[in-house]
């Protein structure tokens, strides 16, 4: 239900702009607009981020302690991973979108891209961004990276627990209780990283709109 919500959420923030882009050739959005759907993109995608690794711990957990679940992964445990998720999305978008709107913005307008994305917001700015891009650097580490390390060493305790298993059946069983979100967090994960964790440098803004429409089309869909 909440990974549903929040696709919703990234959806209808992203697709409307999309559209009028695609129809139009072009969209225009006032700063304020632009802003705030880069927030609340950041929200949804920082909220994703945990999201999925609550998820892989809870496969974790179901697979590799069965026997536990039910008291490990009770509902209480359920709604406070759901709630300081959706809060430290909320905290980090504030504190990643806040430095952008203190700099000062050249007279030059336009976005090479179908949304108001961080690195090409950055390019209207004529003020130093070092600082901006310093804090998105160090940002990345507990929002991306740590969150995929536990996806790591989750699924590498599932693997070890499937081996384990005698039958055919009970291995295929167990894997398909982890195909899709393994899938989702490949196509998210894979997506995310190549865009805003590697340095941008050397990558063409096509490649970085394909990868853009992974996580904010394809993803939501799957």
Excluded at 157 to 169: D, E, R
Excluded at 198 to 220: A, H, R, W, Y
């Amino acid at each position: 239900q909440q990974l549903s919500l929040t696709d919703l959420l990234e959806s209808t923030n992203i697709v409307p702009t999309l559209l009028q882009t695609v129809i139009n050739d072009g969209v225009v959005l006032s700063i304020v607009a632009c802003i705030t759907q880069l927030y609340f993109w950041g929200v949804s995608e920082t909220f994703e981020c945990f999201l999925l690794a609550v998820m892989s711990y809870d496969r974790y957990v179901a697979i590799c302690i069965p026997l536990r679940y039910t008291s490990i992964m009770s509902h209480r445990v359920c709604v406070t991973f759901i709630l300081i998720s959706w809060a430290t999305g909320f905290g980090i978008a504030v504190l990643s979108v806040n430095p952008i709107t203190m700099l000062q913005f050249c007279d030059r307008n336009t976005i090479n891209h179908f949304f108001c994305d961080f690195f090409p917001l950055l390019g209207l700015i004529c003020s130093d961004t070092s600082f901006v891009q310093i804090q998105a650097i160090i940002q990345s580490f507990p929002v991306v990276i740590r969150p995929f390390i536990l996806i790591i060493v989750s699924y590498m305790c599932i693997a070890h627990a499937i081996l384990k298993i005698v039958s055919n059946t009970g291995r295929q069983k167990a894997f398909s209780t982890c195909s899709s979100h393994l899938a989702v967090v490949s196509l998210f994960y894979g997506s995310i990283i190549a865009i805003y964790v590697v340095p941008p440098t050397g990558q063409s803004q096509t490649i970085n709109k394909v990868l853009s429409l992974m996580f904010t089309l394809v993803i939501p869909m799957t």
